[in-house]
Antibody, heavy 115, light 110 residues
């Protein structure tokens, strides 16, 4: 069974940093693109960042220069380093596999940026 | 804000057909595949349609997708109470070099 489990969320002050992790199981992690998608409270889904099988990364304009996405295939893990966090980054963050669309999702983890 | 525009809401009675539109541009829908997702609050989103009109295994054939030019649509036929959810279209945008989601449509079964 394909599983994606996010961790590392929580409350952080504006300007602070947080590192999200996504542990994958049930599939060959290295063969898939991986992504982060977020949903601010009361708003719609927003793609945040993606990483290809070869490690190439892509970012939404709203996070470019502040967030860094990486993967560790040996550990079947995905990481999102979030720096210079703003109130607008407050959201549930989902880890998603890029297969036939985003075809597997984690349950999501809450990131709250507030003083 | 999103570059893909959807109506904020749609509704129908059980058994009816509901259609949701998704309007984009030549840099996203016009030149790339469209995907549709169903999202129930408190749960993980689920892909309903990939590559414009393909259904993953396990998705009922009541759900169908189509694309024409810079627009796409999702049709739900034989509407059921469990179809009450938020629906999002998505596509790769070549100009932005990133994926984009639609604004989302809340479907209500009356």
């Amino acid at each position: 069974e394909v599983q994606l489990v996010e961790s590392g969320g929580g409350l952080v002050q504006p300007g602070g940093s947080l590192r999200l992790s996504c542990a994958a199981s049930g599939f060959t992690f290295s063969l898939f693109d991986m992504h982060w998608v977020r949903q601010p409270t009361g708003k719609g889904l927003e793609w945040v960042s993606g990483i290809g099988k070869a490690g190439e990364t892509y970012y939404a304009g709203s996070v470019k220069g502040r967030f860094t996405l990486s993967r560790e295939n040996a550990k079947s893990s995905l990481y999102l380093q979030m720096n210079s966090l703003e109130a607008g980054d407050t959201a549930i963050y989902y880890c998603a596999r890029g297969g036939q669309g985003f075809d597997a999702w984690g349950r999501g983890i809450l990131v709250t940026v507030s003083s | 804000q999103s570059v893909l525009t959807q109506p904020p809401s749609a509704s129908g009675t059980p058994g009816q057909r509901v259609t949701i539109s998704c309007s984009g541009s030549s840099s996203n829908i016009g030149s790339n595949s469209v995907y549709w997702y169903q999202h129930l609050p408190g749960t993980a989103p689920k892909v309903l349609i990939y590559r414009n009109n393909q259904r993953p295994s396990g998705v009922p054939d009541r759900f169908s997708g189509s694309k024409s030019g810079n627009s796409a649509s999702l049709a739900i036929s034989g509407l059921r109470s469990e179809d009450e959810a938020d629906y999002y279209c998505a596509a790769w945008d070549g100009s932005l070099s990133g994926h984009v989601f639609g604004t989302g449509t809340e479907v209500t079964v009356l």
